[in-house]
């Protein structure tokens, strides 16, 4: 139960959102997301590993019900199956239900449920990369690591730069397992034996709605017309592109964006599809994420029963969650989690995106309201069937950038929320090294196949993780400390054992003196795992303790603190890039006669004009620095104060636009740098 303190507000629910998919070779791949549903009815019992397993014995038939053909091609296994089959190997058996594995899990204090433990987005990883990463992924704490798709594919066309290239394994060529990216299916395998040594599960990223839209590279024994949707039967404009998202017939009959769908009502789809899956767990995966989930219809969304889920999802995993994200009507958002745990040893669910579009607002305007962010926002999803995020690839990696400009010191507050939550399993999404923020969107300083940068095992998001951990069963209360910048998400048992409690605190901005705040937990001294102090509790009341400004605190009695900062001067400001400087050529109106027209694009006033002088920088630019401690996009012209203007592609009315902290203007495109030319 999920408690509240009287007279915060409940949340607000977000308007619905658009947001941009992977990419085809030629255009953005564009997609809208869900509204409200009404849920199925769902099994009430227990999730612990062993009941569900055993509510999992009515599907797994020991008897193959039939001899399924298979081709190997090169690559990997292609699998073209005949017939459905009950999966016989199942992950279960080899994870919680092997002594082993579980000796390994408790070890390392990892979750037991997957539908609650921490997820690695090991995105663009290789197999190896995640192997050679294994020891160091168990000890910040994750509970599964989820890989990019696996499917042979197109290319990348481009080497393995990120940019205009990344979006090919999203792009499936067949069901052989290995690509270019990940590594060979004996990487995989190499790889998830590696994984169960240290009690960690995989989840599949599974793209099964579609295929590259280039014919010629869809693997033989697929290029069969009768396997794909046509052009025509969705009723869509473009070629079969044009999908109306308040329409469901075209959702899941359409093709996006020229990509090849599947034809999911066909039996032979479904039969070879899942002789895929069964073929990754054996290949010991334990779960998949659905890429599109919401593109295939539900068995009897329509006058003709689709066998399409209740085929592929019977194929031994232990946990299996779709992407069904939020915002299109018509959409029956519950019903896809309560047909995946159906078939789940370990639970199923939807992704969360309505509740990582708030959080992103909070962080953004640091308004942490413990009412705004109560609930998870699931329209009818249970808590423990939603998989939660700050941001996701695509809110990353797309063209639209939800998430992009966010700073590390953003995404790490945000995990603090999530990742201390008793709902959800939250996913933490590895971006590419020194990219995001003020940098580039890719920096190309990693390739694909390379590990990201090192926020994923940051002190705050490994210490939040081994909260999350062991606090696994607790409840949970939320409640805002001293202002509504600081968050306190306690995690109690009310047994009379400090050991068994915690709070994670996220305060954004200003010290905080927590002494006389109420509290859930039981009586003692709690320890800062991350920041060293402590905080005292008695009688339901903190007695003495504090947290700093701009800082995650995880008071939790588990492991040893660290020794305390030498320095316990707060940081001046916490927000990084306080500063958005921009530069432009001197030599366009003069050192000393060139002006900064400008305002925050998000709804500031312009200066007066002619605006503010830029002064000298260094040989060949004048700058200007633009106080901006939450990191606000600005829109701008340039003019030498008497009546010349620039603007964008030399137009009136035309302005630039731009975010970082540093922008580096050469000529009137719209495109500008991200790399100071000089230091003022």
């Known amino acids: 139960?999920?408690?509240?303190?009287?007279?915060?507000?409940?949340?607000?629910?977000?308007?619905?959102?658009r947001r941009s998919m992977r990419r085809t070779t030629e255009d953005p791949f564009r997609e809208k997301e869900t509204a409200d549903m009404t849920p199925l009815s769902k099994d009430a019992g227990l999730r612990t590993g062993v009941n569900r397993h055993s509510t999992m014995s009515g599907f797994i038939t020991k008897t193959a019900a039939g001899i399924a053909a298979a081709a190997t091609l090169i690559g990997g296994l292609a699998i073209g199956a005949s017939s459905a089959q009950a999966a016989t190997t199942t992950s279960y058996d080899r994870t919680l239900g092997n002594a082993q594995f579980e000796a390994a899990r408790t070890q390392n204090g990892l979750a037991k449920e997957m539908n609650y433990?921490?997820?690695?987005?090991?995105?663009?990883?290789?197999?190896?990369t995640m192997k050679e990463h294994m020891a160091e992924i168990a000890d910040a704490g994750y509970t599964s690591i989820q890989t990019s798709p696996i499917s042979v594919i197109k290319g990348p066309v481009q080497g393995k730069k990120f940019t205009e290239n990344w979006y090919y394994v999203y792009q499936p060529a067949g069901t052989s397992i290995g690509n270019s990216v990940v590594g060979s299916?004996?990487?995989?395998?190499?790889?998830t034996a590696e994984a169960h040594k240290y009690g960690i599960r995989i989840i599949v990223d599974a793209v099964i709605n579609h295929f590259t839209s280039d014919w010629n590279a869809i693997e033989p024994s697929w290029q069969n017309a009768s396997l794909f949707h046509t052009k025509s039967e969705?009723?869509?404009?473009?070629?079969?592109?044009?999908?109306?998202?308040?329409?469901?017939?075209?959702?899941?009959?359409?093709?996006?964006?020229?990509?090849?769908d599947l034809n999911?009502?066909?039996?032979?789809?479904?039969n070879r599809m899942q002789g895929f899956l069964k073929q990754a767990v054996a290949d010991g995966v334990d779960g998949f994420r659905y890429d599109a989930a919401k593109h295939i219809e539900l068995p009897d969304e329509f006058g003709t029963h689709s066998p399409y889920f209740d085929t592929i999802l019977d194929n031994g995993a232990q946990y299996q969650y779709g992407e069904v994200l939020q915002g299109d009507a018509g959409l029956n958002v519950a019903a896809y989690p309560a047909l995946f745990e159906k078939y789940s040893s370990n639970g199923g669910g939807n992704t969360a995106s309505n509740y990582g579009g708030a959080l992103r607002s909070a962080l953004n305007s640091k308004n942490l309201n413990a009412g705004n962010l109560n609930s998870l926002q699931g329209q009818g999803v249970q808590d423990d069937q939603l998989v939660t995020w700050v941001e996701s690839h695509d809110t990353y990696a797309n063209g639209d950038r939800q998430s992009t400009g966010m700073t590390d010191w953003q995404i790490r507050m945000g995990w603090g929320v999530i990742g201390a939550r008793a709902g959800g399993a939250p996913l933490f999404f590895n971006r590419p090294?020194?990219?995001?923020?003020?940098?580039?969107?890719?920096?190309e300083q990693s390739q694909l196949g390379d590990a990201g940068d090192n926020e994923w095992k940051s002190p705050e998001v490994k210490w939040v993780n081994k909260f999350r951990n062991a606090m696994e069963g607790n409840a949970e209360y939320l409640r805002n400390c001293q202002a509504e910048n600081c968050l306190m998400i306690e995690r109690y048992k009310s047994d009379g054992s400090n050991a068994n409690d915690?709070?994670?605190?996220?305060?954004?901005?200003?010290?905080?003196?927590?002494?006389g705040l109420d509290t859930t937990l039981d009586d003692g001294t709690y320890t800062d795992q991350v920041n060293g102090g402590t905080i005292t509790v008695a009688n339901k009341k903190i007695t003495a303790g504090s947290v700093k400004s701009g800082k995650v605190s995880v008071f939790v009695n588990i492991g040893t603190a660290p020794t305390p900062d030498p320095d316990p001067t707060p940081d001046p400001d916490p927000t990084p890039d306080s500063t958005t400087t921009v530069y432009y050529p001197s030599t366009k109106f003069g050192a000393d006669s060139t002006y900064l027209h400008w305002r925050f694009a998000d709804g500031g006033t312009w200066t007066t004009a002619p605006g503010v002088k830029m002064t000298a920088a260094c040989s060949g630019y004048v700058s200007y620095a633009i106080e901006n401690p939450d990191g606000r996009p600005i829109e701008f012209v340039f003019t030498n104060g008497s009546g010349q203007w620039d603007n964008k592609n030399g137009v009136s009315g035309q302005n630039y636009t731009a975010t970082g902290a540093s922008v580096v203007v050469t000529d009137n495109s719209g495109n500008y740098g991200t790399t100071a030319p000089c230091t003022v």
Request: charged share 15%.
């Open 1 to 17: 139960m999920r408690l509240i303190r009287r007279g915060v507000p409940r949340i607000q629910r977000a308007a619905p959102q």
């Open 117 to 128: 433990g921490s997820i690695l987005h090991a995105w663009m990883w290789s197999f190896n």
């Open 185 to 191: 299916e004996d990487d995989l395998k190499a790889m």
């Open 234 to 260: 969705g009723g869509c404009g473009n070629n079969g592109t044009g999908i109306n998202y308040g329409n469901r017939w075209q959702v899941t009959h359409c093709h996006l964006l020229g990509l090849w």
């Open 264 to 270: 999911t009502e066909n039996q032979e789809v479904g």
């Open 433 to 443: 090294v020194g990219s995001g923020g003020a940098n580039a969107q890719f920096s």
């Open 502 to 515: 915690g709070v994670v605190v996220v305060n954004m901005d200003g010290d905080k003196n927590l002494a």
